[in-house]
């Protein structure tokens, strides 16, 4: 007869090799039924995570300048919705919160502003923010330009946990009182570059000069009711057609303000004109609003070729790490150089690819010919008969759009 589990504890002498199958089977259920349950282990090495104090540091007001590539981005301005990129400035807020520079990456919590906001695709040289951040020093040092070596090096901080195509240039100190980027700048620089394959570059000129002034530019744009804009004059500084090498050129704007799209909807009627398409009259016909109440239905540029080339301001003290901030500065400078040097020629090397299968590729392919609208991005938009824009239905009115806008804000309400 098989020992029951009450038997065991009296087997002292645990010789196992005389048990049968059953005994073995029913002392190992015994001893797992009753086996102590292991405490938890303790890790003295582990320390709870420091919670970092913002209420016990000094902060100051300065000012970033930094360039990136817009490709891939969904546009600089952060965005309190998911966007289907990151945007510029919430990649950059991210790494100041990830540098306890900043407490929250929401912009509202820090004095921010910025310059030039640029949409999805679009790139920049010259971009400005200004916001409040930590700071080595009390406010007494932060006035003292001698201490300037004992600040945070912000550029080479933020270089270091930034990706490669969003790059920090300069930082200003100490901006001048009631600093504002985006009020405070005097005017924006714009550069699209294109090719001038198969364009009539001079008429392209001759085009772009007629842009100069103060003038409505409500068919150069794209509206948002939701703005609730009125006022559509904008002052352009200067306008031009300038050559970038022997194969590419670029429009050169230069003005205090812009509308949504204003620069891409400016290119593409210069495309038109650059193609025969429209002689640079439709420029002065376009800027009537008696003749042209509202946009004649037409598509914009491509976003990749725009930059915003420069942002000037009043006279500011930019410092760079290259040259103000010491020698170790200019050695993480040097680092972060070296590491886009590898990014720049990635992309040239692709790009020497390119050009050597175009030529094994698009010579087997007979030439374009020119029924088709150019848009800058290589392909552009095939059509049978061109239209001209005098003959093109019109899209609504300004007045028209803000009104359906506050209307369907109404109804919304109303719910």
């Known amino acids: 007869m098989a020992r029951t589990s009450k038997n065991f504890s009296l087997l002292a002498d645990n010789s196992y090799e005389t048990w049968s199958k059953e005994d073995l089977i029913q002392r190992i259920q015994l001893l797992e039924s009753t086996k102590p349950k292991s405490p938890a282990k303790s890790n003295p090495d ?30 600089l301005s952060f965005q309190y919705d998911p966007t289907p990129l990151p945007t510029v400035e919430e990649v950059i807020l991210d790494a100041m919160v990830k540098a306890k520079l900043i407490e929250s990456s929401d912009p509202s919590s820090c004095g921010f502003s910025r310059c030039g906001r640029t949409d999805k695709g679009v790139s920049a040289l010259n971009q400005v923010i200004a916001l409040n951040v930590r700071s080595n020093l009390d406010i007494k040092d932060q006035a003292d330009i001698s201490k300037d070596d004992r600040e945070l090096p912000y550029v080479t901080i933020l270089n270091a946990l930034l990706p490669l195509d969003i790059r920090i240039t300069e930082v200003c100190l100490r901006p001048p009182e009631g600093f504002d980027a985006r009020f405070s700048c005097l005017y924006r620089h714009y550069k699209y570059v294109f090719s001038g394959e198969h364009l009539d570059v001079a008429a392209m000129k001759v085009a772009a000069k007629l842009y100069e002034g103060t003038h409505d530019f409500r068919n150069f744009c794209k509206i948002d009711g939701s703005k609730q804009i009125t006022n559509h004059e904008r002052l352009i500084h200067s306008a031009d057609i300038i050559s970038v090498n022997e194969k ?21 009627i210069l495309f038109l004109v650059g193609q025969g398409h429209e002689k640079p009259s439709i420029v002065l016909d376009l800027l009537n609003v008696e003749k042209y109440p509202s946009r004649p239905l037409y598509e914009m540029a491509h976003d990749i070729p725009l930059v915003l080339y420069d942002c000037v ?15 170790l ?11 886009f040097n590898g990014l ?26 020119s029924n088709y609208v150019n848009l800058g991005d290589g392909v552009g938009r095939a059509f049978k008969n061109y239209t001209p824009l005098s003959q093109r239905p019109l899209g609504e009115t300004v007045e028209h759009q803000n009104l359906k806008f506050l209307e369907k804000k109404k109804r919304k309400l109303e719910k």
């Open 329 to 339: 500065q200019q050695i993480k400078m040097q680092k972060e150089c070296k590491r």
């Open 46 to 75: 582990k320390k709870g995570k420091k919670v970092f104090d913002f209420s016990k540091i000094s902060t100051r007001f300065i000012a970033l300048r930094f360039a990136y590539m817009g490709w891939n981005f969904n546009g």
């Open 313 to 327: 301001f009043p006279e500011m003290e930019w410092l760079s790490p290259a040259t103000n901030f010491g020698e």
């Open 248 to 268: 590419f050129y670029a429009f050169d704007l230069k003005g205090s303000a812009f509308l949504w799209h204003q620069v891409r909807c400016m290119v593409a």
């Open 344 to 369: 720049k020629l990635d992309y040239q090397l692709k790009a020497q690819i390119v050009s050597m299968m175009d030529q094994v590729f698009a010579k087997k392919l007979p030439s374009q010919k």
